[in-house]
């Protein structure tokens, strides 16, 4: 016999649950879970395997240089679309790239996940580079641009409807749209740079160390190739010091 209980404001409900009812909860739950665990997606096991297969044809000690911990040189600050895969598109591994990937890459100052990352990014791993890599035909950007609400990505998305609002001259002067949006990725990662400059932790590491550097690309999905926004560190922050430096 199991007792529950529910208190809410409107007061205390209980109900009582007989054994037979107990006993027959237990086992829809189970084949509910059964159910569950035969969908797992074999596939993924299958590659799984065929992939420790090949990294210990490549390097035999691989796995165990994993153990040692990891040391990479970069944070890598990209858009979630699965198209673009952080590792494989820089030719990158394993231990290369700490990662963090949001929908149109955006960094929100209020992002607590984004900032927790930036933080052990900087002060215990001391990479050298922190990129913002946008990408062309990005879904997230597209969404920004749409006129109905989102619901949460509409809130979301608000930083990139902020470029697209503060560039207005500029873009209006680009005829064809396909253009325009690729003019807006590219303003999104430089505005996105900015926002990690106006990180406090950022500032001081890059003052006293001279890293990391701020660094802005975009993949292009159409070639794979990548486009680099030549962003300077000495430049994001002239363009916000004012409003973001408390040494100042
Ligand atoms: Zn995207």
């Known amino acids: 016999m199991v007792s529950c209980e529910c208190n809410s404001k409107q007061g205390s409900l209980t109900t009582t649950i007989s054994e037979n009812e107990e006993i027959e909860i237990f086992q829809i739950s189970n084949r509910y879970y059964e159910q ?7 596939e993924l096991f299958e590659g799984n395997a065929r992939w420790v297969e090949q990294m210990h044809e490549n390097d035999s000690l691989f796995f165990e240089k994993l153990t040692k911990g990891q040391n990479p040189n970069y944070l890598f600050i990209g858009c979630s679309d699965s198209r673009v895969p952080a590792e494989q598109i820089l ?4 231990g290369d790239l700490f990662v963090h990937r949001n929908i149109a890459n955006v960094v929100n100052l209020t992002d607590h996940s984004l900032n927790a990352v930036i933080q052990f990014a900087v002060e215990n791993l001391k990479v050298k580079h922190i990129i913002v890599c946008g990408h062309y035909d990005c879904g997230g950007i597209k969404a920004a641009l749409a006129p109905h609400d989102h619901g949460p990505l509409h809130s979301w998305l608000c930083e990139v ?8 001259a500029e873009l209006s002067v680009i005829n064809s749209k396909e ?3 690729e ?4 303003l999104n990662v430089i505005q996105q740079c900015k926002n ?5 932790r950022v500032q001081k590491s890059w003052k006293k160390y001279g890293i990391p550097h701020i660094q802005g690309i975009v993949f292009d999905i159409k070639t794979g190739q ?6 300077k560190n000495s430049k994001l922050y002239d363009e916000i010091k004012e409003s973001h430096d408390s040494e100042l």
């Open 196 to 200: 990690v400059m106006k990180l406090n």
């Open 226 to 231: 990548l486009i680099d926004l030549e962003i």
């Open 183 to 186: 003019k807006i990725v590219e």
């Open 36 to 42: 569950e665990h035969e969908e797992l997606p074999q």
């Open 161 to 168: 409807k902020e470029v697209v609002d503060g560039n207005k």
């Open 91 to 94: 030719g990158l591994g394993a």
């Open 179 to 181: 253009k325009r949006m």
